[in-house]
């Protein structure tokens, strides 16, 4: 598969309104991309917003706390407080995708963060489109310029420090984006947006 | 204390070469930092320069695998390969700093991420001024913008991923620097550079 099929998705708010709303997926420019480059993605640090789906249910959680652990497969360690609804979520289904999206979604990401799956339907509140993942049941979201789908591989340290171990098991890029704006929180409302990009004769992968 | 004292620090590879080489810091600028704020500072994501010190002999790595673990007192999960001098610095000395460069030191950035600690002594070659820390043995390096003197308090998963838990225990910023612009690492030579900031109605801490 190569192409993201796209996904008629009936929002479980809808469904509670007694509405057939059905959310459709915007054309999809999503190709597959090299687990091994996976770090590319997220060693600059960005905002992403995670998304989970347990009983029909998905929720978007807004994350900056992640780091990689492993070139490859791709291994990623991330904090999700226990506080918030994607927790239980994760640890009962052991699996997210992690959504990168850019600045021009910024309204959407804060929106995200700020409101709880536990009250909020995300997807329709933002109007995020999910589109279907390939190997996990939690959709993507097709705004986001790229889509880790990932399983937890290890929840050692998930009591003590809320930090779980993914890995990415498939991985998606919007190729027609040549510059991603990520965005980077600095925390109280701030975010850096990436600016330029420089190229040095470092030998570091 | 709120000043860093400038130290005066003979290097090895000078005492090597029989020469009484003395690195002197630059005038301090930087002051104390809250350590309920240090998130701030790292959860953009920049590339920052991992500094220890064992048996009179200081070392500095370049690192872009963190994340924030915990508010306060503030936690950072990182991955520090044991293929690197410094994997076994800090597990031996169970200390190291984190600082936090611009983009005006890139070129001295991907020169200690070229470079081996075994072989060469990094705050030399790449003309780096070590200024004593207050809490812990390694040194800070002056130039950097930001300074975390940090401690390891969980080994627990050293042995799986080379993931260490440490916390910072004091944290130093130089306040005459109103618009730091870090770097990011985008792999193969690439560097994002901090961009603009925006600010948005975000309820995230």
Same mark, same amino acid.
């Given at each position: 598969?190569?192409?993201?099929?796209? #996904?008629? @998705?009936?929002?479980?708010?809808?469904? $509670?309104?007694?509405?057939?709303?059905?959310?459709?997926?915007?054309?999809?420019?999503?190709?597959?991309?090299?687990?091994?480059? #996976?770090?590319?993605?997220? &060693?600059?640090?960005?905002? %992403?917003?995670?998304?989970?789906?347990?009983?029909?249910? !998905?929720?978007?959680?807004?994350?900056?706390?992640?780091?990689?652990?492993?070139?490859?497969?791709?291994?990623?360690?991330? %904090?999700?407080?226990?506080?918030?609804?994607?927790?239980?979520?994760?640890?009962?289904?052991?699996?997210?995708?992690?959504?990168?999206?850019?600045?021009? $979604?910024?309204?959407? %990401? #804060?929106?995200?963060?700020?409101?709880?799956? /536990?009250?909020?339907?995300?997807?329709?509140?933002? =109007? $995020?489109?999910?589109?279907?993942?390939? /190997?996990?049941?939690?959709?993507?979201?097709? &705004?986001?310029?790229?889509?880790?789908?990932?399983?937890?591989?290890?929840?050692?340290? %998930?009591? =003590?420090?809320?930090?779980?171990?993914?890995? #990415?098991?498939?991985?998606?890029?919007?190729?027609?984006?040549? @510059?991603?704006?990520?965005? @980077?929180?600095?925390?109280?409302? @701030?975010?850096?947006? !990436?600016?330029?990009?420089?190229?040095?004769?470092?030998?570091?992968?």
């Amino acid at each position: 598969m190569t192409v993201i099929e796209e #996904v008629r @998705h009936t929002l479980a708010v809808a469904a $509670l309104h007694g509405e057939g709303r059905v959310t459709e997926g915007a054309e999809s420019v999503r190709r597959s991309y090299p687990l091994s480059q #996976v770090y590319r993605l997220l &060693e600059p640090g960005p905002v %992403v917003m995670v998304t989970t789906s347990r009983k029909g249910r !998905a929720n978007v959680m807004t994350m900056s706390w992640h780091t990689m652990m492993e070139f490859e497969p791709p291994l990623v360690g991330c %904090v999700i407080s226990n506080r918030n609804y994607t927790f239980n979520m994760l640890r009962a289904t052991k699996e997210c995708a992690i959504n990168i999206p850019t600045v021009e $979604l910024a309204d959407k %990401v #804060v929106g995200c963060g700020n409101a709880s799956g /536990r009250t909020v339907d995300k997807f329709e509140a933002f =109007r $995020l489109t999910p589109a279907r993942a390939s /190997r996990i049941q939690a959709p993507l979201i097709a &705004e986001c310029y790229a889509n880790l789908e990932c399983k937890v591989i290890d929840n050692a340290m %998930v009591t =003590r420090y809320n930090f779980f171990v993914l890995q #990415v098991v498939k991985a998606w890029i919007d190729r027609t984006r040549k @510059h991603p704006r990520t965005i @980077h929180h600095l925390g109280m409302g @701030h975010f850096m947006v !990436a600016g330029r990009t420089i190229r040095l004769p470092s030998r570091m992968k």
